[in-house]
């Protein structure tokens, strides 16, 4: 038995045409949820369809599970033992839960139909779509949808669990649920999951990883990013004149993220203030 | 963070459970295609259109009859159709934008090809068996009988559409591409079986049958070589829809292939 970090990306560089996605973004993962935070356009999606063997990166070192993905074989291994739900997932027409899943499930090798339709069902279950199981898709729920493509994720309970923006479109109740789902899916594994929402990050994600422009801002955990913006974040009446970002709260007073000036009424940072303070700062040198 | 990396499953075992996934996926593919509305819904017209002709005389039930509208149904004009659901099931996944999920699982885009070209048996045989049927109330009635080469020529079509359908789904993601090669190929037979050239009426994509052809420029060509110059066509879109993705396989297996259908090809001229 080895131990070694699931997720070890260093320097991926991809390209589509003249637009370069990633422009060197590293990112070590081990046990646990990961949260990959970052603004439209930073490369996440295409960071994670690196990760899920679906892209292969131009350049960069790149190994998941112990084994490089570049190789057939290896590769092969590697989906064996992954779970990924893409950003825009989609399933096809006339499909039911049970229907797409199952699908999946022979993709992903089971052979056998019996115990295949048992895993089938456990999944849908853990999802809690055990009543719609037979139900067209397309007569469900965006977030019961979102729960399909969980399902099919989950499916023999893979190593590594790529989700791309899992909770984007699902309404409070539904998110806390799949907060929960994959703070579970976490215990174990490697999960990683790319998210605009910084409060999901802070619920569930053990590690988080910021990237902008293709490249990897910061790494390590959520207390240490907060970190980063202490003495930061302060209260005026007025938007501050050193501040990257400010917006006026409900108590009239604007919330500043930048360079406080001297006497300022500091507030503690959340996350968020965190977040929006690293990826606001130009050069930035705060990366892990 | 460190993760407890697992041991590794196993080397040979891998191409086993690659073998067993295909075959699964294969059976549920099958199910697909012959449930698909496509065929339901030429299979419930045809029945209505039937019973409408018996009870109003215009057909009688004999065994000659009955023969004559299997072969005509299940190797003439249900092959054609067998092209719509073939090319809706292989192209199902990227339609419903499921690609991107399907990519990162183990079986690849090749094993579902290959899945779906084994389940193009599962009509062919449907298919197989009702010409069989035709074939035999035909050898007891009092006729001339049906040419055996419907008997070994009519999976052929039926395998033959699966794989083009295969193919161009893999080869040419756009709507319509289905209705146009069905055109195309109507087309194709339409324009050359009134041909007065050899080759180019043996060599369009239908079972010629020596008992009926009546273009005299064929008369005199081998039956034996006809149908293995269609099995050669099946073999090169299976290859097409197989190695969409591996340009050198392709190369590979379709240079010895397309060789054999050539000769084949000369082979069966009169």
């Given at each position: 038995m080895t131990t070694i970090p699931t997720i070890q990306a260093h320097g991926i560089v991809r390209s589509f045409g003249r637009q370069r996605a990633l422009a060197g973004a590293s990112l070590v993962a081990g046990c646990g949820v990961t949260g990959l935070l970052g603004p439209n356009g930073a490369g996440k999606t295409t960071l994670l369809r690196a990760l899920a063997t679906v892209l292969a990166p131009d350049s960069?070192?790149?190994?998941?599970l112990g084994r490089d993905p570049g190789d057939p074989k290896q590769r092969l291994e590697i989906r064996r033992r992954l779970g990924y739900l893409p950003q825009d997932a989609g399933y096809q027409r006339g499909f039911t839960p049970f229907d797409f899943v199952d699908y999946i499930a022979i993709l992903k090798e089971f052979t056998d139909r019996r115990a295949r339709h048992d895993e089938v069902r456990r999944v849908i279950a853990l999802v809690g779509l055990d009543e719609v199981r037979n139900k067209r898709i397309r007569t469900l729920s965006g977030g019961m949808r979102r729960r399909v493509g969980l399902a099919q994720a989950m499916l023999g309970n893979p190593d590594l669990l790529v989700l791309d923006e899992p909770t984007v479109g699902l309404d409070p109740e539904?998110?806390?649920?799949?907060?929960?789902?994959i703070s579970e899916a976490g215990q174990g594994r490697t999960v990683i999951l790319s998210t605009h929402l910084t409060d999901d990050v802070a619920a569930i994600c053990g590690q988080?990883?910021?990237?902008?422009e293709g490249r990897t801002l910061f790494s390590g955990s959520p207390a240490e990013l907060v970190g980063l913006a202490v003495g930061h974040v302060w209260a005026d009446a007025q938007r501050g004149t050193g501040a990257v970002v400010a917006w006026r709260a409900e108590d009239g007073r604007y919330r500043n993220i930048g360079e406080a000036p001297h006497g300022a009424d500091l507030v503690a940072p959340s996350l968020e203030d965190a977040y929006l303070f690293l990826v606001g700062t130009p050069a930035t040198e705060s990366a892990a | 963070m460190t993760a407890v990396v697992a041991q590794s499953r196993g080397g040979d075992?891998?191409?086993r459970r690659q073998f067993g996934a295909i075959g699964a996926l294969a059976r549920v593919e099958g199910r697909r295609l012959i449930l698909h509305p496509a065929?339901?819904?030429?299979?419930?017209?045809?029945?209505?259109?039937?019973?409408?002709?018996?009870t109003q005389g215009i057909s009688q039930i004999t065994r000659h009859g009955v023969s004559e509208i299997l072969n005509i149904l299940f190797a003439i004009f249900v092959p054609l159709i067998a092209l719509f659901p073939a090319s809706l099931v292989a192209s199902s996944a990227r339609r419903a934008g499921a690609e991107e999920t399907l990519a990162a699982l183990p079986v690849s885009q090749r094993g579902r090809s290959a899945a779906l070209l084994l389940a193009c048996l599962v009509p062919a045989t449907i298919a197989s068996a009702a010409v069989a049927v035709g074939w035999w109330l035909d050898s007891t009635a009092a006729s001339t009988g049906d040419h055996p080469a419907t008997l070994y020529g009519t999976p052929l079509l039926y395998l033959g559409v699966g794989a083009l359908a295969v193919a161009a789904a893999r080869w040419l993601p756009w709507p319509g591409v289905a209705l146009a090669l069905v055109v195309g190929l109507w087309s194709w037979v339409g324009v050359v079986v009134q041909q007065d050239n050899a080759f180019a009426v043996l060599t369009a994509p239908y079972l010629v049958l020596s008992d009926t052809a009546k273009n005299v420029s064929i008369i005199g060509f081998s039956d034996a070589w006809h149908t293995a110059y269609l099995a050669g066509l099946v073999a090169l879109a299976c290859v097409a829809a197989l190695y969409r993705d591996d340009l050198r396989r392709m190369v590979a297996a379709g240079v010895p292939v397309g060789t054999v259908t050539l000769i084949c090809a000369v082979a069966q001229l009169p």
């Amino acid at each position: 038995m080895t131990t070694i970090p699931t997720i070890q990306a260093h320097g991926i560089v991809r390209s589509f045409g003249r637009q370069r996605a990633l422009a060197g973004a590293s990112l070590v993962a081990g046990c646990g949820v990961t949260g990959l935070l970052g603004p439209n356009g930073a490369g996440k999606t295409t960071l994670l369809r690196a990760l899920a063997t679906v892209l292969a990166p131009d350049s960069g070192d790149l190994r998941l599970l112990g084994r490089d993905p570049g190789d057939p074989k290896q590769r092969l291994e590697i989906r064996r033992r992954l779970g990924y739900l893409p950003q825009d997932a989609g399933y096809q027409r006339g499909f039911t839960p049970f229907d797409f899943v199952d699908y999946i499930a022979i993709l992903k090798e089971f052979t056998d139909r019996r115990a295949r339709h048992d895993e089938v069902r456990r999944v849908i279950a853990l999802v809690g779509l055990d009543e719609v199981r037979n139900k067209r898709i397309r007569t469900l729920s965006g977030g019961m949808r979102r729960r399909v493509g969980l399902a099919q994720a989950m499916l023999g309970n893979p190593d590594l669990l790529v989700l791309d923006e899992p909770t984007v479109g699902l309404d409070p109740e539904q998110r806390l649920r799949f907060r929960d789902l994959i703070s579970e899916a976490g215990q174990g594994r490697t999960v990683i999951l790319s998210t605009h929402l910084t409060d999901d990050v802070a619920a569930i994600c053990g590690q988080v990883v910021v990237i902008t422009e293709g490249r990897t801002l910061f790494s390590g955990s959520p207390a240490e990013l907060v970190g980063l913006a202490v003495g930061h974040v302060w209260a005026d009446a007025q938007r501050g004149t050193g501040a990257v970002v400010a917006w006026r709260a409900e108590d009239g007073r604007y919330r500043n993220i930048g360079e406080a000036p001297h006497g300022a009424d500091l507030v503690a940072p959340s996350l968020e203030d965190a977040y929006l303070f690293l990826v606001g700062t130009p050069a930035t040198e705060s990366a892990a | 963070m460190t993760a407890v990396v697992a041991q590794s499953r196993g080397g040979d075992v891998a191409t086993r459970r690659q073998f067993g996934a295909i075959g699964a996926l294969a059976r549920v593919e099958g199910r697909r295609l012959i449930l698909h509305p496509a065929y339901l819904g030429v299979g419930g017209y045809l029945v209505i259109a039937g019973t409408a002709d018996v009870t109003q005389g215009i057909s009688q039930i004999t065994r000659h009859g009955v023969s004559e509208i299997l072969n005509i149904l299940f190797a003439i004009f249900v092959p054609l159709i067998a092209l719509f659901p073939a090319s809706l099931v292989a192209s199902s996944a990227r339609r419903a934008g499921a690609e991107e999920t399907l990519a990162a699982l183990p079986v690849s885009q090749r094993g579902r090809s290959a899945a779906l070209l084994l389940a193009c048996l599962v009509p062919a045989t449907i298919a197989s068996a009702a010409v069989a049927v035709g074939w035999w109330l035909d050898s007891t009635a009092a006729s001339t009988g049906d040419h055996p080469a419907t008997l070994y020529g009519t999976p052929l079509l039926y395998l033959g559409v699966g794989a083009l359908a295969v193919a161009a789904a893999r080869w040419l993601p756009w709507p319509g591409v289905a209705l146009a090669l069905v055109v195309g190929l109507w087309s194709w037979v339409g324009v050359v079986v009134q041909q007065d050239n050899a080759f180019a009426v043996l060599t369009a994509p239908y079972l010629v049958l020596s008992d009926t052809a009546k273009n005299v420029s064929i008369i005199g060509f081998s039956d034996a070589w006809h149908t293995a110059y269609l099995a050669g066509l099946v073999a090169l879109a299976c290859v097409a829809a197989l190695y969409r993705d591996d340009l050198r396989r392709m190369v590979a297996a379709g240079v010895p292939v397309g060789t054999v259908t050539l000769i084949c090809a000369v082979a069966q001229l009169p």
